[in-house]
C-alpha cells in the first residue's frame, strides 16, 4: 500500500497539475491531510488573525490512477478515516448563514478522545468522520478546493465516511484525484461555515471503471444510493439532485422513467450537505435495497 504525504498539497482542482503519485487501477493508498486551515488554528497561541486566506482548503495530491481517461469512472472506496487528536472549529462575521449574529471571530479546539468530541465540559459529541473535500481534475478551467461542481471537490457530504464509494466523472488523464477537509463531526448544512476540522489519515482504493460515465458524482453506502449536485444556489441545487437521482435510477436499474419519479416522491430523501461554499450542495438518497429489487448492482 502506497502513502502520500501532506505535503504535497493543492488549492485548485486542474488537469494542468503535475500529479504527485501514481497508483495501479484497483491500488489502496493512505493520504494524509491537514485541517481546512492548514493547522494554523491548533496551537494554542492562535487565534483567528493567525489564517492565510490564500492556503485554506488544502487538498493532498493529485494522484494519477493508470488505466483512468476521459469517459470513465473513477471509484474512490473510503477504507479508513484516522484522525488527529484535537480538532477546530471557529466563526466569524464574515462567513456562514448566521455571521450577522457573530460580533468577535471565535475559535474552540475540541479534543478527539475515545470516540467523542469533547465540546465542554458538560457535552461530547459522537466521533462522525467524514472528508470534506474529494474529487478528480475537471473538464475545464481550474477550479477552486474550496468550491464543489461535478468534479467532486468540497461537498462537505457527510455520507463520504468509511465504507462509502463515491463515483466520479473522469475528466483528464490518471483521473488526477485529490482530497483533505477531514471533519471528526459536521452537521448538514455547515451553517457556521465550519465541522469540526480535523487532521488525519484516509486509506482508500481506486478503481476504474471503463466507459461508463456519469456527469455528477454519486455516492453507495450500504445502505443508500445518493446523487450529489453542487450550485449557486441551494434551489438551483436540489433541482439537478432530483434529475440526477432520477437519471441514475432509469439508466442504472430496470425502473421506468414514472416508477422511478414515483419513487423519488415516496421513498427518496432530499438533504442540503453545505450551504457556505462558492457553490451550494445538495443529495438525493434512496434506500440501496430498493434499487436492488429493479436490478441495481453496484460496480
Same mark, same amino acid.
Given at each position: #500500500?502506497?502513502? &502520500?504525504?501532506?505535503?504535497?498539497?493543492?488549492?485548485?482542482?486542474?488537469?494542468?497539475?503535475?500529479?504527485?503519485?501514481?497508483?495501479?487501477?484497483?491500488? %489502496?493508498?493512505?493520504?494524509?491531510?491537514?485541517?481546512?486551515?492548514?493547522?494554523?488554528?491548533?496551537?494554542?497561541?492562535?487565534?483567528?488573525?493567525?489564517?492565510?486566506?490564500?492556503?485554506?482548503?488544502?487538498? %493532498?495530491?493529485?494522484?494519477?490512477?493508470?488505466?483512468?481517461?476521459?469517459?470513465?469512472? &473513477?471509484?474512490?472506496?473510503?477504507?479508513?478515516?484516522?484522525?488527529?487528536?484535537?480538532?477546530? %472549529?471557529?466563526?466569524?462575521?464574515?462567513?456562514?448563514?448566521?455571521?450577522?449574529?457573530?460580533?468577535?471571530?471565535?475559535?474552540?479546539?475540541?479534543?478527539?478522545?475515545?470516540?467523542?468530541?469533547?465540546?465542554?465540559?458538560?457535552?461530547?459529541?459522537?466521533?462522525?468522520? #467524514?472528508?470534506?473535500?474529494?474529487?478528480?481534475?475537471?473538464?475545464?478551467?481550474?477550479?477552486?478546493?474550496?468550491?464543489?461542481?461535478?468534479?467532486?471537490?468540497?461537498?462537505?457530504?457527510?455520507?463520504?465516511?468509511?465504507?462509502?464509494?463515491?463515483?466520479?466523472?473522469?475528466?483528464?488523464?490518471?483521473?488526477?484525484?485529490?482530497?483533505?477537509?477531514?471533519?471528526?463531526?459536521?452537521?448538514?448544512?455547515?451553517?457556521?461555515?465550519?465541522?469540526?476540522?480535523?487532521?488525519?489519515?484516509?486509506?482508500?482504493?481506486?478503481?476504474?471503471?471503463?466507459?461508463?460515465?456519469?456527469?455528477?458524482?454519486?455516492?453507495?453506502?450500504?445502505?443508500?444510493?445518493?446523487?450529489?449536485?453542487?450550485?449557486?444556489?441551494?434551489?438551483?441545487?436540489?433541482?439537478?439532485?432530483?434529475?440526477?437521482?432520477?437519471?441514475?435510477?432509469? %439508466?442504472?436499474?430496470?425502473?421506468?422513467?414514472?416508477?422511478?419519479?414515483?419513487?423519488?416522491?415516496?421513498?427518496?430523501?432530499?438533504?442540503?450537505?453545505?450551504?457556505?461554499?462558492?457553490?451550494?450542495?445538495?443529495? #438525493?438518497?434512496?434506500?440501496?435495497?430498493?434499487?436492488?429489487?429493479?436490478?441495481?448492482?453496484?460496480?
Amino acid at each position: #500500500m502506497k502513502n &502520500l504525504n501532506r505535503d504535497q498539497v493543492i488549492y485548485t482542482m486542474s488537469r494542468e497539475h503535475a500529479p504527485v503519485l501514481t497508483v495501479k487501477n484497483g491500488e %489502496t493508498v493512505t493520504v494524509h491531510t491537514y485541517d481546512c486551515f492548514k493547522d494554523r488554528l491548533i496551537p494554542d497561541d492562535s487565534s483567528f488573525d493567525s489564517l492565510l486566506f490564500d492556503e485554506l482548503n488544502p487538498a %493532498t495530491g493529485p494522484i494519477f490512477v493508470e488505466g483512468a481517461k476521459p469517459g470513465d469512472t &473513477l471509484k474512490a472506496e473510503i477504507l479508513d478515516i484516522s484522525l488527529a487528536p484535537t480538532g477546530v %472549529t471557529e466563526i466569524d462575521s464574515e462567513f456562514g448563514c448566521l455571521a450577522h449574529l457573530v460580533k468577535t471571530p471565535a475559535v474552540k479546539r475540541l479534543p478527539v478522545r475515545n470516540g467523542k468530541i469533547g465540546f465542554s465540559p458538560r457535552l461530547s459529541l459522537d466521533l462522525k468522520p #467524514m472528508v470534506g473535500v474529494i474529487g478528480v481534475a475537471p473538464a475545464g478551467q481550474a477550479i477552486p478546493t474550496d468550491t464543489p461542481d461535478s468534479h467532486g471537490g468540497n461537498m462537505d457530504c457527510t455520507q463520504i465516511k468509511t465504507g462509502s464509494s463515491i463515483y466520479f466523472p473522469v475528466a483528464a488523464e490518471g483521473a488526477l484525484l485529490s482530497l483533505g477537509d477531514l471533519h471528526a463531526c459536521m452537521g448538514d448544512g455547515e451553517i457556521g461555515g465550519c465541522g469540526v476540522e480535523i487532521a488525519g489519515e484516509v486509506t482508500l482504493k481506486l478503481t476504474v471503471i471503463p466507459d461508463h460515465q456519469k456527469p455528477y458524482p454519486v455516492v453507495v453506502t450500504d445502505k443508500e444510493v445518493m446523487a450529489v449536485a453542487s450550485c449557486k444556489t441551494v434551489d438551483e441545487a436540489w433541482a439537478k439532485a432530483v434529475e440526477y437521482l432520477h437519471d441514475y435510477m432509469v %439508466t442504472e436499474t430496470e425502473l421506468t422513467s414514472d416508477e422511478a419519479i414515483m419513487l423519488q416522491s415516496i421513498a427518496a430523501d432530499l438533504s442540503i450537505c453545505q450551504t457556505v461554499n462558492p457553490n451550494k450542495t445538495v443529495r #438525493m438518497s434512496i434506500p440501496l435495497k430498493y434499487l436492488e429489487a429493479y436490478g441495481y448492482r453496484q460496480k
